[in-house]
Structure formats: C-alpha cells, structure tokens
C-alpha cells in the first residue's frame, strides 16, 4: 500500500473486496439510493458504492487521498473538510443512507450527531470498533450500556450485525471491528432535552441518578428524586437501569 496511514485520523483503511458485499447486503442497497460516505480513504467502498447507487457524497478530511474518491465514479460527490464540522445536511441533503467505514475516532459523535442532524437519513450501515458497535444497542443494567446505547435506540432499530476481521484493514488495527445496520424509527419530539439528560446522567455513572443529575446542573437531587418517584424508580436508581423510554419520561418529569 503506497498510501501511509495516519494514525491521529484514525485511519484503518479497507482493502478486502469480500467484506463489500456484506455491506451492499446489510445497507440494502438499491439503484436509486443516494448515500452518504465517511472517510471514503483508499476508494474500495465507494467504487463498489458508486457502482451500485444513483449517487455518492463522500467526505474526506484528508486532502492526500482526494484522488481516490474522485476516481471513483462520475457519480461520485467528494467533499473536503471534517464530518463534524460540515454541514452534511447541506451538502448531502439528497443523501437517505449513511453507509461508511468509519474512522475509529470520530464514530461515536458522527452516529450520535447524525440522528437529530442529518434527519434525512433513514437507514445507517457503518463499520466500527467492536466494543463501539456493541454498544449501540445494548441493553439495560449491562456494561456496555451508556448514553450513546440510550440515544441511538430512541430513534433507531438494528437491522444488521455482521463481525468483521481484523485482516480486511491496513494497517490491521489491535481491535475487532463489526458491521452494524439499523434503520430510523420514530425521533422524540424532545429529543434535545432528552440527551441533555441522558448525557447528565451517565456522566457520573457510578453514582446514582440524583447525586448525577444534580452534579450536571438539573437543579437539587432532591427534584431528581422526585422526578424518579413519578416514573416508579427509587431513588437510587443508577443511570444503566433505565430503559430508552423511561429516560423521555424522566425528562417530561424534570420539567
């Protein structure tokens, strides 16, 4: 590979062609769709995207590497710049598909962003750190369990789970990876005061909800109390107990 990596963009590039298919399976990938790409790196994805859909926004942060997604296709859209500081819904406002091999270190905040920020966007398929893509639909009172498990189940669906070796990288990184697909549901009509609270509340993960909420700035632990008390939880309570559902009545009840 004559491209180096660099290693402070989290750049694990995809080469092996067989994994491909399982994305176009998982993505359910159609000729009409238009989808929206992250991190395209060396092309292998988006060739196989551009061959396979009516059009291609790929984003690339790394200027080296333009060429690649440019010699992708003639439907290939390339976009310069960092995924989360652009305004992907303009660029892409076309775009109904997130389906990328995300860059390890900006995943979580793209997924999470891309829910209330790219609401076009109905269906995701994207490549991620295992212990990442475990966490996305985990269940409650589990490790894995946290604000992002939270807030991706508020508004989406799993659809797709597929492991991923180690060897379809380069360079091959120290984790294991996974496809996950999952597919937009209903979005809460408070969904930003919901993540303030969820946010809040696994801030301080091993202390309970109260003592945590309070410490993020939702009044006294004793209104956190009571707001517990009116969804039927004690009040030592952690953050991991409650299910997605419970955490918007827990915010209509810090009103």
Known sequence: ?????????????LVDQNVLGVIGRLAELAPEDVVLEIGPGLGVLTRYL??????????????SLARHAEDAGANVDLHLGDALRLDLAALAPDATKLVANLPYNIATPLIVESLAGLLQIRLWCVMLQREVAD???????????????????????????HPVSRTVFRPRPNVDSALVAFRRTEFPSNYAAVKRVVTGAFAHRRKTLPNSLALAGFGSRERAVEALAAIDRPAATRAEALTPPEFVELTEALR
């Open 1 to 13: 590979m004559s491209v180096q990596p660099k290693r402070e963009l989290g750049q694990h590039f």
């Open 135 to 161: 966490r996305l639909f985990a269940d409650p009172g589990t490790k894995p369990y946290g604000a992002v498990s939270v807030l991706v189940q508020l508004c989406a669906q799993r659809t797709g789970f």
């Open 50 to 63: 551009a061959a396979h859909v009516a059009r291609v926004h790929a984003v690339e942060l790394d200027a």
